[in-house]
């Protein structure tokens, strides 16, 4: 399992900066976006155990958009960016191929606008959907491959596939620091 963080060069969208991400997930207030995929709730649910194991003073808020397709919407993006103002950063789930991964991508990007630290968690094998969807919203959106397949709806099971390698990589893209890319840098450009 690997990390990628979507490259955006070569595109002629206007670069958005990434919104600094926190130095710690400790004390945090962590949004779990629920992008409407039956799959997003038991993976979120397992993270978000996971995540109140290690940072017990952490508290969670979440958002659900009962169908992915409902993104579309003005009034639901308005209401997710609102919702994620409220909160510290945001994890958003799940994505798999075309629109299903599009749609996260949307959403993270709102989280983003709103100024807080966002990561998608997607099923592995569907990174190029994200990454060609960070470019078409001029942002390099970071994201994070979990092994959860997005049909996988069975909470025990995804608990099982949840690991501490997997937490580790979600803690990292919500808090190692952005690159020039990242920035907007003009001249990393």
């Known amino acids: 399992m690997g990390l990628v963080t979507p490259s955006s060069t070569g595109n002629d969208t206007e670069q958005k900066p990434l919104t600094p991400r926190v130095d710690s997930l400790d004390g945090k207030h962590i949004g779990l976006y629920d992008n409407g995929k039956p799959a997003a709730e038991p993976l979120l649910t397992a993270v ?3 995540l109140a194991e290690r940072y017990p003073d952490a508290t969670f808020e979440w958002y659900h958009v009962e169908h992915l397709n409902q993104i579309k919407n003005d ?7 609102e919702w994620a103002e409220d909160v510290d950063v945001a994890i958003g789930a799940i994505g798999d191929c075309g ?9 993270i990007e709102f989280i983003e606008d709103a100024g807080t630290p966002g990561v998608g968690l997607i099923d592995e094998g569907f990174e ?3 990454q060609s969807n960070a ?5 390099p959106l970071r994201y994070k491959k979990t092994p959860v397949r997005c049909e996988t709806t069975d ?13 580790d990589g979600i803690v990292d893209e919500l808090t ?5 890319k990242e920035r907007a840098d003009p001249v990393a450009q």
Do not use: H, I
Not at 159 to 167: A, I
Not at 176 to 180: G, V
């Open 48 to 50: 978000q155990e996971m």
């Open 75 to 81: 009034e639901e993006q308005a209401a997710v960016t």
């Open 99 to 107: 629109s299903c991964t599009k749609f996260l991508t949307w959403g």
């Open 128 to 130: 190029l959907d994200y």
């Open 135 to 139: 470019v078409e919203r001029g942002r």
């Open 155 to 167: 909470l025990e099971r995804v608990r099982e596939e949840v690991t501490d390698e997997v937490l």
């Open 176 to 180: 190692r620091p952005l690159n020039d």
